[in-house]
T-cell receptor, first 114, second 114 residues
Framework: GNSVTQMEGPVTLSEEAFLTINCTYTATGCPSLFWYVQYPGEGLQLLLKATKADDKGSNKGFEATYRKETTSFHLEKGSVQVSDSAVYFCAPHTSGAGSYQLTFGKGTKLSVIP | DVKVTQSSRYLVKRTGEKVFLECVQDMDHENMFWYRQDPGLGLRLIYFSYDVKMKEKGDIPEGYSVSREKKERFSLILESASTNQTSMYLC?????????????FGNGTRLTVT
């Protein structure tokens, strides 16, 4: 099955700092790769995705590039804001023969201080 | 926008009670999922369903059952609640679009078993 190694948190940054959250995965075949974000008191929501090698997903200033050769999908943002404080989950998804492998990392908690 | 609604945000139940957690989605998605979320363990899949009356065990099905009588509704049942089932429960759905479709999550039900 799939597995995910995600940067352990918590991560605390000052506003406008650069953010990287590392994610590497193992998966059968060619997974689609997702980052989900969970704001306090809410469920997870899609932040960005990439469905094939070398694709770059982006949203709300966040970016991640599907690196097949290193099996990585690191999340980056050039200048974080207080409103980015949340928990971030890396997730490779594969499917086939009527089944799904929907794996999630353990989450990285980000706190941004003014 | 897809909406996934979980009937309760907070529940407190006693050990041995039978507990029902309800989830409804409004976008005609074929696939529905139940996860539990615990600190340090991330998200773990309990059960999923890819069609009405169909169900598949996830990684941690013990102590749980599910029901899907209508396409839009997916219920999680704790047959005899125990304190180790105190957790955040998340419902999610996705269309039958293969691995490139993200999951849409509800806001979660925080269950406490005393």
């Amino acid at each position: 099955g799939n597995s995910v190694t995600q940067m352990e948190g918590p991560v605390t940054l000052s506003e406008e700092a650069f953010l990287t959250i590392n994610c590497t995965y193992t998966a059968t075949g060619c997974p689609s790769l997702f980052w989900y974000v969970q704001y306090p008191g809410e469920g997870l929501q899609l932040l960005l995705k990439a469905t094939k090698a070398d694709d770059k997903g982006s949203n709300k200033g966040f970016e991640a590039t599907y690196r097949k050769e290193t099996t990585s999908f690191h999340l980056e943002k050039g200048s974080v804001q207080v409103s980015d404080s949340a928990v971030y989950f890396c997730a490779p998804h594969t499917s086939g023969a009527g089944s799904y492998q929907l794996t999630f990392g353990k989450g990285t908690k980000l706190s941004v201080i003014p | 926008d897809v909406k996934v609604t979980q009937s309760s945000r907070y529940l407190v139940k006693r050990t041995g009670e039978k507990v029902f957690l309800e989830c409804v989605q409004d976008m005609d998605h074929e696939n529905m999922f139940w996860y539990r979320q615990d600190p340090g363990l991330g998200l773990r899949l309990i059960y999923f369903s890819y069609d009405v009356k169909m169900k598949e065990k996830g990684d941690i099905p013990e102590g749980y059952s599910v029901s899907r009588e209508k396409k839009e509704r997916f219920s999680l049942i704790l047959e005899s609640a125990s304190t180790n089932q105190t957790s955040m429960y998340l419902c999610a759905s996705t269309p039958w679009g293969g691995q490139s479709s993200p999951l849409h999550f509800g806001n979660g039900t925080r269950l406490t078993v005393t």
